[in-house]
């Protein structure tokens, strides 16, 4: 997706997939500093821990309190800081990482797509809290929702996601709990479904998927995970985490680019790559 951004572009940039320990992730970071790294992308586990390693924040990690972009940036002679692509042979000595989050926005541009979904109001079960959890969650309270639950393996990161947000919105009801009866939204903000053998992301005695008219999976491979085939089969209309992805990662080609996303080229290289040639212009 991200190369095929590239290449429409006229760049000659290569996007590189590289697997790094939490513990070593501040590392890495200054590594790809040093190097001459454009930016990057994180994924789980990594978007919760940059936001305490990144030298800067734009406002909108601030707001998600989560880092999934990173821009390197370099500070000119009287003191601006531009990207290292702004510099054409001599980089400046002083650099710097900056960090956004474009997850949020994407997250809501994908439900609007798939489900045009109105949210203010609404009553919502997020499974999971990690970093994917988190930012959906603030995104559904900013965006009004009435009601939100909030279930994750580990209930301290639960609760204290429950008590930022019940601090930061006042009106919203959360609670860290199974709904009593049906939600209008179910999102699965958690790995599970990315293993053929993956069992459901929730406990089936505590809540009956029927009582979820629209699921939202984050997984995008593969394409139908547990969850949203036997959400489908109770009648739910149900979406993958391919829109997501795909609206986050323009908007970090946007970032490190400066300029606009070919969002269509990307599609089509992202679903190819994903699920075969027969699903492209879908």
Do not use: C
Not at 15 to 43: C, I, K, S, W
Not at 208 to 235: H, I
């Amino acid at each position: 997706m991200q190369n095929a951004g590239f290449a429409n572009l006229g760049l000659d940039w290569r996007y590189l997939a590289f697997d790094v320990y939490p513990l070593h992730l501040r590392e890495a970071l200054l590594g790809a500093q040093m190097m001459g790294f454009v930016g990057l992308n994180l994924t789980v586990p990594h978007k919760l821990l940059a936001f305490d390693m990144v030298d800067a924040l734009d406002a909108s990690a601030q707001q998600w309190r989560a880092v999934n972009t990173i821009l390197f940036e370099a500070r000119d002679e009287i003191g601006e800081w531009h990207p290292l692509h702004h510099y054409s042979d001599n980089v400046p000595g002083e650099l710097r990482s900056r960090g956004f989050n474009t997850d949020a926005d994407a997250f809501a541009m994908a439900l609007q797509e798939e489900f045009d979904l109105r949210l203010e109001g609404s009553k919502v079960l997020v499974l999971g809290a990690g970093g994917a959890g988190q930012v959906a969650a603030r995104k559904l309270a900013a965006e009004r929702v009435s009601e939100l639950y909030l279930v994750n393996r580990t209930i301290d990161r639960a609760e204290a996601l429950a008590d930022r947000l019940q601090h930061e919105f006042q009106d919203l009801k959360v609670e860290v709990a199974y709904p009593p009866g049906p939600v209008d939204l179910l999102v699965n903000a958690t790995s599970l479904g990315m293993q053929p053998n993956d069992p459901l992301p929730f406990d089936e005695d505590q809540f009956d998927l029927q009582g979820a008219p629209v699921v939202y999976d984050m997984v995008y491979r593969p394409a139908s995970t547990p969850l949203l085939r036997a959400a489908k089969a109770g009648g739910s209309r149900v979406a993958n985490g391919l829109g997501m992805l795909l609206h986050q990662g323009a908007r970090a080609i946007e970032i490190w680019t400066g300029r606009p996303a070919p969002l269509w080229a990307m599609r089509e290289a992202l679903e190819k790559d994903l699920y075969g040639p027969q699903t492209q212009g879908r």
